[in-house]
């Protein structure tokens, strides 16, 4: 019985690494995507600035813009399939881990994945 307590513990702890791995990696992944989403935006302000010199014409890079938005509305999509995937991690580390979880579980709200269906269909469209 002593050894099967012994390894019962040791799974734990792996489990619980694990855990805090997983939770470490789906956080840098996130940032990424917010990192890339506000690379975006800077973009975006660079263009649009660019665009008032009175020496460039008004039409001037509106495709190049159009397709920076675009390639947004996917950086979102992205961010929200990231949010969800730690989402269901989170419900992994309730269902497997219970009381064990020393605050491994992020409580995601339901309207801030539930949302994300009308920029699925926007990035679908585009």
């Known amino acids: ?18 855990a805090h791995n997983l939770k470490k990696l789906i956080r840098e992944a996130e940032a990424l995507a917010d990192e890339s989403m506000i690379a975006f935006t800077r973009l975006k302000q660079a263009m649009l600035a660019a665009r008032q010199n009175p020496a460039v014409e008004v039409h001037t890079g509106q495709r190049a813009l159009m397709r920076l938005n675009q390639a947004e509305a996917q950086a979102m999509a992205m961010s929200t399939s990231l949010l969800r995937v730690h989402d269901e991690l ?17 409580e995601v709200p339901e309207a801030a994945i539930g949302e994300a269906q009308a920029t699925d269909a926007l990035v679908e469209d585009a």
């Open 1 to 18: 019985m002593s050894n099967r307590g012994f390894g019962d513990n040791k799974m734990t702890d792996r489990v619980l690494n694990d």
């Open 90 to 106: 989170s419900k992994v580390a309730r269902e497997k881990m219970g009381g064990d979880s020393s605050n491994i579980p992020t």
